[in-house]
C-alpha cells in the first residue's frame, strides 16, 4: 500500500513537470544571473529545464547552476568584438548617455555584437532541429538582445515568454504592448523628471528617441538575418505581441507606477537569496565601530581602474568619517595604491569580492555607496538600507532617481566623484539624514508582506503558460492598431473638420443676418 501512494506520489510529480527552454546568451552578467535565477527557481519547483548559452563573452559566468546547459560557442568575430566592448566599457567617466553620437555609435557596436553571437546560433548544425524536436512547453527569453525571440519562431514552443532584466526600454514598448508614458515615466537615462517641467518633459522625450535609435539596430539586424534565411520569418514584434506573458525584473513597490495589463507580470527581486552569516573576517571588520559603509560599483565598474583622483577623493571623503568603517569592492587590494591608502586610513577596508546579498541583510549595516544597478537597487529595497547612487551608465541613471523619489537616499553624479567636497557633503546627508534609513525599512516591511512573492508568481505564470499556452484575452488590440487608430487622430480630423464646417456655417449665417438688417436699414433710409 505504502509503495502504491509512493508511486501515485511520482507520477502525479511527473505529471507536473514541465519542459522549459530558458534563452541565456553570456554577454552581461546581469542579465545571466536574472535568466539564471528564473532557471534555478524552476528547477527548485521540479521543472524540466535547459538553458541555451551562447557564449558571447568569455570572461563572464553562468547565471544558472541547476539547470541543464548547451553552450554555443563563440566565433572568432564574437571574441574580437568582445574585446571591443570591454575597452569601451572602461572609460565610463568618458561616456556620455546623451550624446546621440557616442549612444549611436555604442549601440551599434553593442547590438552587433550580438547579432554576431546570434548568427552563430543560427550556423550551429543540428541545434535548431534539435531543440524544436524537445517539444518545449515554454520558452523564456530576455528582450534586450532579440535572438532569442526570434528562435521561438523556429523551435516553437507551446509558450513564449518574453522578460526584461530591468524595466522596459525602447522597442520593448511596442513589442509588449504597453503605453510609453513619456510626460511621467522616466527614460532610462533620465535620473529625474520633473512632471511640471516642459524642459524636464522634453529632455525625456530626447532621451527615448535616442533609446530607440540605439535598439534599432537590434531590432533591424535580428528581423534581417532571419528574414535572408527563414521567408516565413513574421518579424520581431509580431513574435513578441504574441507572447503568453512578459516578465519585467521591478519591483512594484519601488518603481514608477506606469499603465499596465495583466499579461505583464512584475518579478522584481527573484534573485534574492536567504543571507548567510558573515565569515570571521567580515564580522571582525563590522564590529569595529558603531556605523559601516559598503562602497561598490558593480560587476563591470571595477574601481581599481577609475581615474586616480576619483580614487585619491574617496580616500580622502572616507577619512574625514573616522568614527564609521568603509568596506570598499576594489578589485586589486594588492596594488600600489591600496598598499598605500590602507597604512594611512584606518577606517578603510578594501575586498576584492563582497558578498553583498549577507552584507546588506546585517543589523550593523548603515548605508550602501552604489552604482544603482537593478539587482543592487532592488536588494537595498529588501533588506531596508539606505543608499547613496552613483550611476555610471544605462538604467542605472533611472534606478538612482527611482530610489531618490522614494526617500531612500539620493542620487549623486559619477563626475562629481572628482570633488572631495561635494562627495563628502553627500555621504555626511546620507549617514546622519535619520529619514532615508525609515524609509527604507518601511519599504522592506512592505515588501516583505505582499500578498504574493516574486517566487509564486514567477512559477504559477510559466506554470499556467506550460498547461493552456497564450491567451488571446491577454492579448492587447492596440497590437494590432496603426498609430493613427491608436491615437483617434481619424476621428479626432473628423471632428476638427467637422467644426471647422459648423463654423463657417455659422460665419456665414451670421453673415447673411448682418447683410439682411444692414439693407433692410437702407431701405428705410
Given at each position: 500500500?505504502?509503495?502504491?501512494?509512493?508511486?501515485?506520489?511520482?507520477?502525479?510529480?511527473?505529471?507536473?513537470?514541465?519542459?522549459?527552454?530558458?534563452?541565456?546568451?553570456?554577454?552581461?552578467?546581469?542579465?545571466?544571473?536574472?535568466?539564471?535565477?528564473?532557471?534555478?527557481?524552476?528547477?527548485?519547483?521540479?521543472?524540466?529545464?535547459?538553458?541555451?548559452?551562447?557564449?558571447?563573452?568569455?570572461?563572464?559566468?553562468?547565471?544558472?547552476?541547476?539547470?541543464?546547459?548547451?553552450?554555443?560557442?563563440?566565433?572568432?568575430?564574437?571574441?574580437?568584438?568582445?574585446?571591443?566592448?570591454?575597452?569601451?566599457?572602461?572609460?565610463?567617466?568618458?561616456?556620455?548617455?546623451?550624446?546621440?553620437?557616442?549612444?549611436?555609435?555604442?549601440?551599434?557596436?553593442?547590438?552587433?555584437?550580438?547579432?554576431?553571437?546570434?548568427?552563430?546560433?543560427?550556423?550551429?548544425?543540428g541545434l535548431i532541429s534539435k531543440l524544436k524536436d524537445e517539444q518545449y512547453d515554454v520558452m523564456i527569453v530576455e528582450t534586450f538582445e532579440a535572438c532569442g525571440a526570434a528562435l521561438s519562431h523556429l523551435i516553437k514552443p507551446k509558450s513564449l515568454i518574453t522578460s526584461t532584466a530591468s524595466v522596459p526600454v525602447a522597442w520593448m514598448y511596442h513589442e509588449f504592448g504597453l503605453d510609453l508614458t513619456l510626460s511621467y515615466n522616466p527614460n532610462m537615462f533620465?535620473?529625474?523628471?520633473?512632471?511640471?517641467?516642459?524642459?524636464?518633459?522634453?529632455?525625456?522625450?530626447?532621451?527615448?528617441?535616442?533609446?530607440?535609435?540605439?535598439?534599432?539596430?537590434?531590432?533591424?539586424?535580428?528581423?534581417?538575418?532571419?528574414?535572408?534565411?527563414?521567408?516565413?520569418?513574421?518579424?520581431?514584434?509580431?513574435?513578441?505581441?504574441?507572447?503568453?506573458?512578459?516578465?519585467?525584473?521591478?519591483?512594484?513597490?519601488?518603481?514608477?507606477?506606469?499603465?499596465?495589463?495583466?499579461?505583464?507580470?512584475?518579478?522584481?527581486?527573484?534573485?534574492?537569496?536567504?543571507?548567510?552569516?558573515?565569515?570571521?573576517?567580515?564580522?571582525?571588520?563590522?564590529?569595529?565601530?558603531?556605523?559601516?559603509?559598503?562602497?561598490?560599483?558593480?560587476?563591470?565598474?571595477?574601481?581599481?581602474?577609475?581615474?586616480?583622483?576619483?580614487?585619491?577623493?574617496?580616500?580622502?571623503?572616507?577619512?574625514?568619517?573616522?568614527?564609521?568603517?568603509?568596506?570598499?569592492?576594489?578589485?586589486?587590494?594588492?596594488?600600489?595604491?591600496?598598499?598605500?591608502?590602507?597604512?594611512?586610513?584606518?577606517?578603510?577596508?578594501?575586498?576584492?569580492?563582497?558578498?553583498?546579498?549577507?552584507?546588506?541583510?546585517?543589523?550593523?549595516?548603515?548605508?550602501?555607496?552604489?552604482?544603482?544597478?537593478?539587482?543592487?537597487?532592488?536588494?537595498?529595497?529588501?533588506?531596508?538600507?539606505?543608499?547613496?547612487?552613483?550611476?555610471?551608465?544605462?538604467?542605472?541613471?533611472?534606478?538612482?532617481?527611482?530610489?531618490?523619489?522614494?526617500?531612500?537616499?539620493?542620487?549623486?553624479?559619477?563626475?562629481?566623484?572628482?570633488?572631495?567636497?561635494?562627495?563628502?557633503?553627500?555621504?555626511?546627508?546620507?549617514?546622519?539624514?535619520?529619514?532615508?534609513?525609515?524609509?527604507?525599512?518601511?519599504?522592506?516591511?512592505?515588501?516583505?508582506?505582499?500578498?504574493?512573492?516574486?517566487?509564486?508568481?514567477?512559477?504559477?505564470?510559466?506554470?499556467?503558460?506550460?498547461?493552456?499556452?497564450?491567451?488571446?484575452?491577454?492579448?492587447?488590440?492596440?497590437?494590432?492598431?496603426?498609430?493613427?487608430?491608436?491615437?483617434?487622430?481619424?476621428?479626432?480630423?473628423?471632428?476638427?473638420?467637422?467644426?471647422?464646417?459648423?463654423?463657417?456655417?455659422?460665419?456665414?449665417?451670421?453673415?447673411?443676418?448682418?447683410?439682411?438688417?444692414?439693407?433692410?436699414?437702407?431701405?428705410?433710409?
Amino acid at each position: 500500500q505504502f509503495s502504491l501512494v509512493i508511486g501515485a506520489f511520482l507520477c502525479f510529480s511527473l505529471a507536473q513537470s514541465y519542459k522549459i527552454l530558458v534563452f541565456a546568451p553570456r554577454y552581461s552578467q546581469s542579465i545571466n544571473n536574472f535568466l539564471g535565477n528564473i532557471a534555478d527557481t524552476l528547477v527548485e519547483e521540479g521543472h524540466d529545464v535547459t538553458t541555451l548559452i551562447p557564449i558571447a563573452h568569455p570572461k563572464l559566468r553562468d547565471g544558472t547552476h541547476k539547470s541543464k546547459k548547451i553552450y554555443v560557442q563563440p566565433t572568432d568575430e564574437v571574441k574580437q568584438m568582445a574585446e571591443a566592448i570591454d575597452s569601451m566599457e572602461a572609460n565610463f567617466f568618458a561616456y556620455n548617455d546623451f550624446n546621440p553620437f557616442t549612444s549611436i555609435a555604442v549601440g551599434y557596436t553593442y547590438h552587433s555584437w550580438i547579432n554576431a553571437e546570434c548568427n552563430g546560433v543560427v550556423d550551429e548544425p543540428g541545434l535548431i532541429s534539435k531543440l524544436k524536436d524537445e517539444q518545449y512547453d515554454v520558452m523564456i527569453v530576455e528582450t534586450f538582445e532579440a535572438c532569442g525571440a526570434a528562435l521561438s519562431h523556429l523551435i516553437k514552443p507551446k509558450s513564449l515568454i518574453t522578460s526584461t532584466a530591468s524595466v522596459p526600454v525602447a522597442w520593448m514598448y511596442h513589442e509588449f504592448g504597453l503605453d510609453l508614458t513619456l510626460s511621467y515615466n522616466p527614460n532610462m537615462f533620465m535620473t529625474r523628471l520633473h512632471i511640471h517641467s516642459i524642459w524636464s518633459r522634453l529632455a525625456n522625450i530626447y532621451a527615448e528617441v535616442l533609446s530607440h535609435l540605439m535598439w534599432s539596430f537590434s531590432r533591424s539586424q535580428i528581423n534581417g538575418l532571419f528574414r535572408e534565411r527563414f521567408e516565413d520569418f513574421p518579424g520581431l514584434q509580431e513574435i513578441c505581441s504574441r507572447a503568453a506573458y512578459t516578465f519585467i525584473n521591478s519591483e512594484t513597490l519601488v518603481d514608477y507606477a506606469v499603465p499596465t495589463f495583466n499579461r505583464v507580470i512584475y518579478i522584481g527581486g527573484i534573485g534574492a537569496k536567504e543571507p548567510k552569516k558573515l565569515d570571521k573576517e567580515l564580522d571582525s571588520i563590522f564590529s569595529l565601530r558603531n556605523k559601516t559603509v559598503l562602497m561598490s560599483f558593480g560587476s563591470v565598474v571595477a574601481t581599481n581602474q577609475v581615474p586616480l583622483k576619483v580614487k585619491e577623493s574617496m580616500v580622502e571623503v572616507v577619512s574625514r568619517f573616522p568614527e564609521v568603517t568603509f568596506l570598499w569592492k576594489y578589485e586589486s587590494p594588492d596594488d600600489e595604491f591600496a598598499k598605500k591608502v590602507l597604512t594611512s586610513t584606518a577606517n578603510l577596508h578594501m575586498i576584492k569580492w563582497t558578498p553583498q546579498n549577507d552584507i546588506l541583510a546585517d543589523d550593523r549595516m548603515t548605508a550602501f555607496i552604489t552604482h544603482g544597478g537593478m539587482s543592487s537597487t532592488q536588494e537595498i529595497a529588501l533588506r531596508g538600507k539606505p543608499g547613496l547612487f552613483v550611476p555610471f551608465m544605462g538604467d542605472q541613471r533611472r534606478n538612482a532617481g527611482m530610489m531618490e523619489k522614494n526617500g531612500v537616499g539620493r542620487a549623486f553624479d559619477k563626475n562629481d566623484l572628482f570633488d572631495a567636497n561635494k562627495f563628502y557633503a553627500a555621504v555626511k546627508d546620507l549617514l546622519e539624514n535619520e529619514s532615508y534609513r525609515q524609509n527604507a525599512e518601511r519599504i522592506s516591511s512592505m515588501i516583505k508582506k505582499k500578498p504574493f512573492s516574486a517566487r509564486e508568481s514567477l512559477v504559477k505564470t510559466v506554470e499556467f503558460a506550460a498547461e493552456f499556452g497564450p491567451s488571446p484575452a491577454l492579448r492587447p488590440q492596440s497590437l494590432d492598431m496603426n498609430w493613427i487608430e491608436y491615437l483617434n487622430v481619424d476621428i479626432v480630423f473628423i471632428v476638427i473638420m467637422l467644426l471647422l464646417v459648423l463654423g463657417s456655417v455659422v460665419v456665414r449665417s451670421v453673415m447673411i443676418v448682418i447683410r439682411n438688417i444692414t439693407g433692410a436699414k437702407e431701405k428705410r433710409d
